[in-house]
Nanobody
Framework: QVQLVESGGGLVQPGGSLRLACAASGFTFSSYATRWYRQAPGQERELVAGIGSAYGVTNYADYVKGRFTISRDNAKNTVSLQMNSLKPKDAAVYYC?????????WGQGTQVTVSS
């Protein structure tokens, strides 16, 4: 069964940190590029960060550069998103996404709330 399961969301104060994790199963994770997206209420889903399958090349949305770091561990079939200096506007449901050619899958999402 192809599956992505996110964890690590929660409530954090502005300026705080969270680390999201996404565990993959049911497919050859190392062959898939992986990304984190987020969606706030009433907003479209937007790309936060991505990491390639072969060389681990990363890319970030401008609004998280310097604050968020994406990484992957192909041996453990996981991808993580370290989020530092969180702002209220970072609050959203964060989704893990994996893609290889025409095949893709999504996680169920994990809620991140940034509030004092």
């Amino acid at each position: 069964q192809v599956q992505l399961v996110e964890s690590g969301g929660g409530l954090v104060q502005p300026g705080g940190s969270l680390r999201l994790a996404c565990a993959a199963s049911g497919f050859t994770f190392s062959s898939y590029a992986t990304r984190w997206y987020r969606q706030a209420p009433g907003q479209e889903r937007e790309l936060v960060a991505g990491i390639g399958s072969a060389y681990g090349v990363t890319n970030y949305a401008d609004y998280v550069k310097g604050r968020f770091t994406i990484s992957r561990d192909n041996a453990k079939n996981t991808v993580s998103l370290q989020m530092n200096s969180l702002k209220p506007k970072d609050a959203a449901v964060y989704y893990c996404h994996a893609q290889h050619s025409l095949y893709e899958c999504w996680g169920q999402g994990t809620q991140v709330t940034v509030s004092s």
